[in-house]
């Protein structure tokens, strides 16, 4: 299988306590997100890499969470001092690099739940 | 405030029958994508539209972007249990980062 893989598929934490996830975009596609997704809504952009150059970040990526893609293949997202409100799917995706079309291939997702 | 605005969030139909789902904004999209998501599982690739007016059409779904990109709807024919899921719909706005915006989805629910 050459999808987007995620790791671990879930996740549970006490509150305060640091966590992070892993993702491993499609060979070969420079670009790579972070979405978070809460019960009942669409995901919300993180994060985006080209390569390993983090281009943007959200306003919900609060000094908590940080993301790294050390050598434009795989990726972390780290998140310290975990809060209740942090419990979310945590969705990773990547996409080629063609001009004007933004498709994007989204992994499995880590469900995390914060006690 | 949603960018994107689907409707309806919800729709239960019985197996068989045809239904739209539409996907509005006031804002223009360079392309725009459509995703099906099951329970615990990441959104998964249906189609991409670039063109204003485009249709596009995959088996018994049918895609079609507004002739201003800014809405796009999809047409199942004749529904069927397997098509149970979370239906998203996602742009990615002209001239702007390329992250995609996504609605809060329509959940359908096909009965047999």
């Known amino acids: 299988d050459t999808g987007v893989s995620q790791d671990p598929r879930h996740k549970i934490t006490k509150r305060g306590q640091n966590v992070t996830f892993r993702c491993d975009p499609i060979?070969?596609?420079?670009?790579l997100y972070w979405y978070r997704q809460t019960l009942g809504q669409g995901p919300e952009f993180l994060t985006y890499?080209?390569?390993?150059?983090?281009?943007?970040k959200s306003r919900l990526l609060s000094d908590r969470f940080s993301a790294e893609r050390p050598k434009g293949s795989f990726s972390t997202l780290e998140i310290q001092r975990t809060e209740q409100g942090d419990s979310a799917m945590y969705l990773c995706?990547?996409?080629?690099?063609?001009?004007?079309?933004?498709?994007?291939?989204f992994g499995p997702g880590t469900r995390l739940t914060v006690t | 405030t949603q960018l994107l605005e689907q409707s309806p969030q919800f729709l239960s139909i019985q197996e068989g029958e045809n239904l739209t789902v539409y996907c509005n904004s006031s804002?223009?999209?360079?392309?725009l994508q459509w995703y099906r998501q099951e329970p615990g599982e990441g959104p998964v690739l249906l189609v991409t539209?670039?063109?204003?007016?485009e249709v596009k059409k995959l088996k018994r779904l049918t895609f079609q972007f507004g002739d201003a990109r800014k809405d796009s709807s999809l047409h199942i024919t004749a529904a069927q249990p397997g098509d149970t899921g979370l239906y998203l719909c996602a742009g990615a706005i002209s001239g702007s980062a390329r992250q995609l915006t996504f609605g809060s989805g329509t959940q359908l629910t096909v009965l047999p």
């Open positions: 060979s070969e596609h420079n670009r």
């Open positions: 539209v670039v063109t204003g007016g």
């Open positions: 995706a990547s996409s080629p690099n063609p001009v004007g079309i933004y498709e994007q291939y």
């Open positions: 804002s223009v999209f360079s392309s």
């Open positions: 890499f080209q390569n390993e150059a983090q281009l943007e």
